[in-house]
């Protein structure tokens, strides 16, 4: 006996209202689609449906199996098409939304070589800090900092974003190198303009929280006109981690005041939950996630 035909045909009957019509849909003779039934009421014991000359009517038995072979065939068929995509080749237009800094220094090259993979992706990445509306605007997939609010979405976990206060060397040396609140009295504060009305960087001192300076030595619009300054030796700098990996790799700017850090913000990679996700949609999530996911080795 094939269980899923017979649970295929059942379900048929019931959505179709007769097994004349489900015949029909079937394209099998009613005699056949009664014989499924048959086998399956035989082999469970229990009466599907009561029969009369006007009607078949579920019974309550009826009505629970047929809500359970539902969710059965379903499964069936996601297992079959996450077959399917696995042997798909990813192709067509990608749309990517992701935050600007971390876009740019992370996702990027992620994308670069994404496309290296498969050729016949062509991506659309866009660089905003703004959230956009993934159904709205049209996009596939975006990056989001912070917690997300969508609850429609699926949001995979990917590493936090960290910031960093540094300064160079040669800042340090003519100035010292504070590591704790009260040493910042004597430093000059590059700032960020956009970040706050007042130029105040959000720390921590133990359990509570300040803010430094309410008048920063440089501020702009943009992380790295600060990090060229901050290179020069002009003063400290908060940005985010990604931005100054090379320069604290290479030496050029040194990491300070670490325990005065602000909390790292949690970062989400947020797509439409379809069932049936295409294969350019599903292969990027899994390089991004592969590379960025939480418990992914550091690149």
């Known amino acids: ?132 509306d993934l159904a709205g605007e049209g996009f596939d997939v975006a990056v989001r900092i912070g917690q997300v609010v969508d609850e429609g979405l699926v949001a995979r976990p990917l590493r936090p974003y960290r910031m960093v206060i540094a300064a160079a060397p040669v800042y340090l040396q003519r100035y010292g190198t504070p590591a704790r609140r009260a040493d910042l009295a004597r430093h000059h504060c590059l700032s960020h303009s956009v970040w706050q009305r007042r130029v105040e960087w959000t720390l921590r001192d133990g359990e509570e929280t300040f803010f430094w300076p309410e008048n920063a030595r440089l501020q702009c619009n943009q992380g790295d006109g600060l990090r060229q300054a901050a290179l020069r030796g002009l003063g400290l700098i908060m940005q985010p981690e990604v931005l100054l990996a090379d320069d604290l790799a290479s030496g050029a700017l040194v990491a300070v005041m670490q325990p005065c850090l602000p909390a790292p913000r949690p970062v989400q990679l947020v797509y439409a939950p379809d069932r049936r ?17 939480v418990g992914a080795d550091a690149r």
């Open 1 to 132: 006996m094939d269980k899923l035909r017979n649970m295929e045909v059942m379900v048929e009957v019931v959505e179709a209202g007769s097994f004349a019509a489900a015949s029909r849909q079937l394209n099998v003779s009613a005699v056949m689609v009664g014989k499924h039934i048959q086998q399956l009421e035989a082999h469970l014991g229990a009466r599907l449906f009561q029969r009369s000359t006007r009607q078949n009517s579920l019974t309550e038995v009826g009505a629970a199996f047929y809500e359970d072979s539902k969710r059965v065939l379903e499964q069936v068929r996601w297992a079959e098409s996450a077959v399917e995509r696995s042997r798909a080749v990813p192709q067509g237009l990608l749309r990517v939304s992701a935050p600007f800094t971390l876009g740019n220094h992370v996702i990027a090259p992620l994308v670069a070589d994404f496309l290296l993979r498969h050729e016949q992706v062509r991506v659309d990445l866009q660089l905003t800090d703004s959230v956009v």
């Open 277 to 293: 996700q295409l294969p350019k949609l599903a292969r990027f999530v899994e390089h991004v996630v592969s590379a960025l996911g």
